[in-house]
């Protein structure tokens, strides 16, 4: 009956006692990949791929549409399963972790209620659910809209819910796949803004995005892939100046102004 | 031709008069049906919502099972129910055949596969949206489903209009295990059935108005709930 193939076990899930703590104060987890592949109907989408992600700096990951980000990303958090090589966490222990996607998913009901749902799945007793979500929504700025329907939000708004609903989890490692490709400029300012915050406090933060401009002003390093493979994993300055790999200097030149 | 403005008129006096026995047929039908669609809701709706989610072996055929019974005969769940209910049947002891209970039992069958199927369908859209973002939240399916069948609610509705019309219509089920007993097992279809084959006109038009006014509010009340609940877009 506890087997259920559609809803594979989150290995993830938020520890409760923990959170509740504020912010992680120890360094957030080292994600190690190890030969990750990943396959789906003989099609190789994830190829090979060998990256540590360690240290404090904000991963931005690179690469053309169908590169492979997108499932790189789903792989990491733990929503598709690795068809080859493994994937690990260091120290090896269950991790905080959370994602907010492209098209942000709203439930249909009222904005804190999004925040106190995802509160309730990661076991946080009900009676500081509503402070805790409260707290969340204000660092994101829409307390105000707390007693809203969520699905009448504007795009942005959706968006800045989503990283509410991340952030009230207190994750050690949160990961953004490309959050801001559908907002206009303000938005996007305040989702860049969020994710700032949400590293200060001590977060890994693991993102994708197609905006260059994004990739320059937020990324500590840069992990490029093409065609399923990393072609570069390096620090954000050396990648942006001189590139190592022909992919990458296209790549980069493509950039319209 | 006359008697059939007769038959009219005296038909339009018992709706305005609110004739006793009229009002008495009226209000057995709706209980029944209610009753019948609250009890396919509480069994199907949940079904539904696994069946929509749930990997699991066989479900594939338990879909098509519950689509096809979609169109079960009113006749066959009143025969089947019937056989149960008999006194030689299986739960013949409970005495219930020939009462409004067998009646509910008969119709909660006959709209149980409706509320499978189209909540089965109106969740799974829903989940397609919600699957990744559930699941990152930790969501086993033991969440999911009271989860999605909240956020799908309206479209819930109008999955338990669909059901409720099918009851209040069908007549063939409530005919063989209720047995049309006036004042007890007589509901509008039943009636209908009878007083045509009678010859009483009046009264059979007057149940058919109200049963057609009721079929009409009902849709009307589906299509309302559609509209309010068109996408609003981003």
């Known amino acids: 009956m506890e087997r259920d193939v559609s809803l594979p076990a989150a290995s993830h899930r938020p520890a409760p006692e923990a959170a509740q703590a504020a912010a992680p104060l120890s360094p957030p987890p080292a994600l190690v990949l190890e030969r990750l592949g990943y396959a789906r ?27 492979g980000k997108s499932v790189l990303m789903r792989l990491c958090h733990g929503l598709l399963v690795p068809t080859s090589g493994s994937l690990r966490w260091e120290p090896a222990r269950p991790v905080r972790q959370a994602m907010v996607f492209q098209r942000p998913v ?152 | 031709m006359n008697d059939i403005g007769l038959a009219l008129r005296q038909a339009l006096s018992m709706l305005v008069t609110l004739d006793p026995s009229l009002v008495g047929v009226v209000l057995l039908s709706l209980q029944v049906s209610l009753g019948a669609v609250l009890i396919a809701a509480i069994a199907g709706a949940p079904l539904g919502a696994v069946l929509a989610i749930c990997h699991f072996p066989g479900r594939r055929p338990l879909v098509v099972i519950f689509n096809a019974l979609m169109g079960l005969p009113p006749v066959m769940v009143g025969l089947f129910v019937y056989v149960l209910l008999s006194r030689a049947g299986p739960l013949g002891p409970l005495g219930l055949l020939f009462t409004p209970r067998a009646m509910v039992i008969a119709q909660a069958l006959l709209v149980w596969p409706i509320v499978v199927a189209l909540s089965r369908q109106a969740v799974e859209d829903l989940w397609i949206e919600y699957a990744e973002a559930l699941r990152s939240l930790g969501a086993r399916w033991w969440h999911a489903v ?89």
């Not at chain 1, 099609?43 to 169908?66: E, M, Y």
């Not at chain 2, 049963?211 to 309010?228: D, E, G, K, P, Y």
């Open chain 2, 146 to 234: 009271p989860t999605l069948l909240w956020d799908a609610r309206h479209a819930l509705i109008t999955v338990l209009l669909a059901g409720f019309g099918r009851a209040i219509a069908e007549v063939g089920a409530v005919m063989i295990v209720g047995g049309n007993i006036d004042g007890v097992t007589r509901v509008m279809t039943t009636s209908i059935a009878l007083e045509t084959s009678k010859g009483n006109l009046a009264f059979a038009m007057a149940l058919g108005f109200v049963l057609l006014a009721l079929v009409v509010l009902l849709n009307a009340l589906a299509f309302t709930i559609r509209q309010r609940t068109m996408p609003h877009g981003t």
């Open chain 1, 41 to 67: 109907a003989g099609q190789v989408i994830i190829d090979d791929v060998s990256v540590v992600l360690n240290g404090t700096a904000r991963t931005l990951i690179l690469g053309p549409n169908g590169a």
């Open chain 1, 106 to 257: 709203v439930l249909r009901r009222s904005v804190l209620a999004n925040v106190t749902y995802a509160l309730h799945l990661a076991g946080v007793p009900r009676r500081r659910r509503r402070a805790q979500a409260f707290d969340a929504l204000e660092r994101v700025g829409l307390a105000g809209l707390a007693s809203r329907a969520a699905d009448l939000l504007s795009g942005g708004e959706r968006q800045r819910l989503a990283l509410a609903r991340a952030w009230a989890l207190a994750p050690e490692v949160l990961f953004l796949d490309e959050p801001t490709a559908n907002l206009d400029p303000a938005s996007t300012a305040a989702v860049e803004r969020i994710a700032m915050a949400i590293h200060a406090a001590g977060t890994r933060i693991v993102m994708s995005t197609h905006n260059l401009g994004q990739a320059r002003r937020l990324a500590g390093d840069i992990v490029f892939i093409d065609q399923g493979r990393v072609i570069e994993h390096v620090p954000a300055p050396r990648f942006f100046a001189a590139p190592g790999s022909m992919n990458a200097r296209r790549y980069l030149e493509a950039e319209l102004p």
